[in-house]
C-alpha cells in the first residue's frame, strides 16, 4: 500500500500504467540518481504562476497593439520621406531652370549697364544645390578683377543693381521698392541706371528713394518733403511730364 500510495503521489502513475511501461531493466543507482537530479530542477523552477496565461494573454495583446502602432509610424514616416524626396527633386529642378535664366539675363543686364564686359552667378556646391552658396563671378570691360571684394562700392553697387534686375526680368513683380541703390555711382552711371529703370518701368511700378538729380529725370511722378514754415514738413507731387510742358510755355511765353 505504501508503494502504490507514493507510486500515486510522487510519480501520478496506477500500478497497471507502471507494468505496462517501465520494466525492471535498469540500473537502480543509476535512476535514483536520476529522479534526485530531476527533483532539484523541478523544486528550482519554483511554483507554478497559475495566472502566468492571463498575463501573458495581455502582454501580447498590449505587444500586438503597440507593434501594429509602430508599423503604422515607419508606413507614415517612409510616405513622409518619400514625399520630402520628391519635393526635393522638384525643387533642384525649379531652381536649377531659374538660375540658369537669372545667369543668362545677369550677362545680359551686366553688360548694359557697364558697357560691356561678363558676368556670371554659379554654385558654390554643384553637387548639394539645396544647400550650395552662390558666388558673383564678373569682370568688367577693360578690367581683369578675380575678386568681387576688390570692386569700389559703386561698382559693387551696379553689380548688385544688375543681379537684381536680372532676377526681375526671370521673375518679374508688380511693383518694386529701391532705397537709394544708385547713391554710390557716378553720374554716367546713374544715367545709364535710370535709363534702364524707365525701359523697366513698362512691366514693373517702381517706387525710388533718391537723391540723385539723374534717376529724378526718368520719374513718372516726384514725391518731396519741404518746409515752407519752419517745424511744419509739407509733401509735394510733382508729375514730371506736365512741369516740363509748363516750362516750355513759360520759355515760350517769355515768362
Same mark, same amino acid.
Do not use: W
Given at each position: 500500500?505504501?508503494?502504490?500510495?507514493?507510486?500515486?503521489?510522487?510519480?501520478?502513475?496506477?500500478?497497471?500504467?507502471?507494468?505496462?511501461?517501465?520494466?525492471?531493466?535498469?540500473?537502480?543507482?543509476?535512476?535514483?540518481?536520476?529522479?534526485?537530479?530531476?527533483?532539484?530542477?523541478?523544486?528550482?523552477?519554483?511554483?507554478?504562476?497559475?495566472?502566468?496565461?492571463?498575463?501573458?494573454?495581455?502582454?501580447?495583446?498590449?505587444?500586438?497593439?503597440?507593434?501594429?502602432?509602430?508599423?503604422?509610424?515607419?508606413?507614415?514616416?517612409?510616405?513622409?520621406?518619400?514625399?520630402? *524626396? +520628391?519635393?526635393?527633386?522638384?525643387?533642384?529642378?525649379?531652381?536649377?531652370?531659374? @538660375?540658369? &535664366?537669372?545667369?543668362? /539675363? %545677369?550677362?545680359?543686364?551686366?553688360?548694359?549697364?557697364?558697357?560691356?564686359?561678363?558676368?556670371?552667378?554659379?554654385?558654390?556646391?554643384?553637387?548639394?544645390?539645396?544647400?550650395?552658396?552662390?558666388?558673383?563671378?564678373?569682370?568688367?570691360?577693360?578690367?581683369?578683377?578675380?575678386?568681387?571684394?576688390?570692386?569700389?562700392?559703386?561698382?559693387?553697387?551696379?553689380?548688385?543693381?544688375?543681379?537684381?534686375?536680372?532676377?526681375?526680368?526671370?521673375?518679374?513683380?508688380?511693383?518694386?521698392?529701391? *532705397? +537709394?541703390?544708385?547713391?554710390?555711382?557716378?553720374?554716367?552711371?546713374?544715367?545709364? @541706371?535710370? &535709363?534702364?529703370?524707365? /525701359? %523697366?518701368?513698362?512691366?514693373?511700378?517702381?517706387?525710388?528713394?533718391?537723391?540723385?538729380?539723374?534717376?529724378?529725370?526718368?520719374?513718372?511722378?516726384?514725391?518731396?518733403?519741404?518746409?515752407?514754415?519752419?517745424?511744419?514738413?509739407?509733401?509735394?507731387?510733382?508729375?514730371?511730364?506736365?512741369?516740363?510742358?509748363?516750362?516750355?510755355?513759360?520759355?515760350?511765353?517769355?515768362?
Amino acid at each position: 500500500n505504501n508503494y502504490l500510495s507514493r507510486l500515486s503521489n510522487e510519480y501520478s502513475m496506477t500500478y497497471e500504467y507502471a507494468s505496462e511501461n517501465y520494466h525492471d531493466e535498469v540500473d537502480i543507482e543509476f535512476a535514483r540518481g536520476e529522479v534526485a537530479t530531476l527533483r532539484n530542477e523541478i523544486v528550482t523552477l519554483g511554483h507554478v504562476n497559475i495566472d502566468a496565461i492571463e498575463e501573458y494573454k495581455e502582454v501580447s495583446s498590449r505587444y500586438e497593439n503597440m507593434n501594429s502602432q509602430r508599423l503604422d509610424l515607419i508606413q507614415a514616416q517612409d510616405k513622409i520621406v518619400q514625399a520630402i *524626396d +520628391e519635393m526635393d527633386q522638384i525643387m533642384i529642378e525649379k531652381f536649377s531652370t531659374t @538660375f540658369e &535664366k537669372i545667369n543668362k /539675363e %545677369f550677362n545680359n543686364v551686366f553688360r548694359e549697364l557697364f558697357g560691356g564686359g561678363r558676368a556670371q552667378i554659379k554654385y558654390t556646391d554643384p553637387d548639394n544645390i539645396l544647400e550650395t552658396g552662390i558666388d558673383i563671378d564678373v569682370q568688367p570691360p577693360g578690367k581683369a578683377v578675380s575678386n568681387i571684394t576688390l570692386f569700389s562700392g559703386g561698382e559693387k553697387a551696379l553689380i548688385a543693381i544688375s543681379c537684381l534686375f536680372a532676377i526681375l526680368k526671370v521673375r518679374p513683380v508688380p511693383m518694386c521698392i529701391l *532705397d +537709394e541703390v544708385e547713391a554710390a555711382l557716378d553720374m554716367a552711371n546713374v544715367e545709364r @541706371f535710370a &535709363k534702364f529703370l524707365r /525701359e %523697366f518701368s513698362k512691366q514693373t511700378q517702381f517706387i525710388v528713394v533718391t537723391h540723385r538729380e539723374g534717376t529724378m529725370e526718368e520719374c513718372d511722378l516726384l514725391y518731396g518733403a519741404t518746409m515752407q514754415q519752419k517745424g511744419v514738413t509739407k509733401l509735394v507731387s510733382v508729375k514730371l511730364e506736365e512741369a516740363i510742358d509748363f516750362s516750355n510755355e513759360n520759355r515760350k511765353g517769355g515768362i
